[in-house]
């Protein structure tokens, strides 16, 4: 139930419309508030400040009118803004990236404001009654609205500059980055109960691996694995005595009726688990339309490797831009390098109870450099930028096979390039910084 709140929460942090609609409600409040205060309070703002609320029931009537019909106008160009940014980033850099600018915060409070402005100028505007029978103006909610569209001036300069700012591809690069070290920290089986000691992995191993006796849990939708709640599983496999087999990892792509667990007592002799315990099962895992960067660290490497080869394709052919994204997958692979990655057998305290799909530091480098070297054909710059990048990574790396996971990464790299550059000088040159940079991922010894 933990992860559904999250997901769902997730999904309105990340939506257009859940910031200004909350600013809506509290211009509702604001607006009854102010006007209840005014008509019930003594205080004749008109005699005493006659500049500030002197204007009487026909000038708050225009002013309130103007700023209405404004912040309506100035809201319409900033979605129409939000969304013709939307769409130059997907076709200059990748779709992937749209999600990071739909949950901009900075954009859902901009496009809150002028809304809430205009809703707030309306309901202000319904209480002014200027007739001899009966007459009222709140001073008061009418003077906040002045100052709430002077306000508008400020947001909307804020809002240009803000969207100028976020279209730069350093930030974009630096945003996907960030989101994608923060991920790392929230790998799903290191938070799943505590690490299995080697002996108890290798007496217990074949308890996982046989074939016998195991239930099956399948999906009953299509979609991407976006959060497993490995707290609750650990927790279930607990309270039933039982060993539990994740099938899919966060991020795959799963069908319908296809395997996500499977279980079985701890002692066969004791029968098949409970239907109605099976059954809860899937609650614990969150299938949804597309990837999510939270729980998915390799999401967000993708993110910045489609950004490289969108900027290596023919059409745009930006070296810049995908040497500066190859830079941020240095940096990733580099705190990837130096983390400790959690074992596939998870215990309780007392035995091995889940076994996970582990993340797998190879694969992880693949992803990062495999289409960008594939891609860089005869690109001498972006060559010589990834073997930086590996460099970066091999020194980082806690362990000899990882350095030659590293190692074999620079010699396909050095080998690219020496099939595809087309001069001497070109290839000379990668050679020269693979010689430089070759010690990184060849020291042995404690790292």
Excluded at 352 to 375: E, H, M
């Amino acid at each position: 139930m933990l992860t559904r709140l999250r997901f769902y929460w997730q999904q309105l942090r990340e939506s257009l419309w859940f910031v200004p609609g909350l600013m809506v409600l509290a211009a509702f409040a604001l607006a009854y508030g102010l006007v209840a205060f005014d008509a019930q309070t003594s205080f004749d703002g008109a005699k005493q400040f006659p500049l500030l609320f002197g204007a009487g029931a026909e000038g708050s009537r225009g002013m309130l009118t103007a700023i209405a019909g404004s912040m309506l106008t100035v809201a319409a160009l900033v979605f129409s803004l939000t969304l013709s940014t939307i769409s130059q980033v997907s076709s200059q850099y990748s779709p992937r990236i749209l999600r990071n600018f739909m949950r901009d915060r900075g954009n859902q409070i901009v496009m809150g404001y002028f809304v809430s402005v205009f809703a707030y100028s309306l309901l202000v505007l319904g209480t002014i009654r200027g007739t001899d029978d009966q007459k009222f103006v709140p001073s008061s909610a009418v003077l906040l609205g002045l100052a709430l569209a002077l306000g508008g001036v400020v947001a909307l300069i804020y809002f240009i500059h803000h969207i100028a700012e976020s279209l730069q591809t350093g930030t974009i690069l630096q945003r996907i980055s960030q989101e994608t070290l923060r991920a790392m920290d929230e790998l799903f089986p290191a938070e799943l109960g505590e690490p299995a000691a080697a002996p108890e992995q290798a007496a217990h191993w074949t308890d996982f691996t046989t074939a016998i006796g195991w239930q099956q849990v399948r999906s009953t939708r299509a979609g991407y694995v976006q959060r497993v709640d490995a707290a609750t599983l650990l927790d279930w496999a607990t309270e039933h005595r039982a060993l539990l087999r994740v099938e899919q990892s966060v991020g795959a792509f799963v069908g319908e009726q296809v395997l996500l667990f499977q279980a079985r007592l701890e002692s066969p002799s004791a029968g098949p688990v409970a239907p109605e315990a099976l059954a809860d099962l899937p609650q614990c895992l969150v299938v949804a339309r597309h990837r999510s960067i939270e729980q998915d660290a390799a999401f967000g490497i993708q993110q910045l490797v489609d950004i490289a080869l969108k900027a290596l394709s023919a059409g745009i052919n930006d070296t810049t831009t995908a040497i500066m994204a190859v830079d941020h997958l240095g940096l990733v692979c580099q705190r990837l390098a130096g983390q400790a990655f959690p074992p596939r057998l998870r215990s309780d305290g007392e035995r091995p109870r889940v076994l996970v799909p582990a993340p797998d530091f190879a694969g992880y480098l693949r992803l990062a450099f495999d289409l960008v070297r594939i891609n860089a054909k005869g690109n001498h710059a972006v060559l010589q930028c990834l073997l930086r990048a590996l460099a970066l990574t091999g020194e980082a790396a806690r362990t000899p096979e990882r350095k030659m996971e590293v190692d074999a990464q620079a010699r396909l790299l050095l080998s690219h390039a020496e099939q595809t550059l087309a001069t001497e000088y070109e290839k000379l040159a990668v050679r020269l910084l693979y010689a430089e940079c070759s010690p990184c991922w060849l020291a042995t010894g404690p790292v």
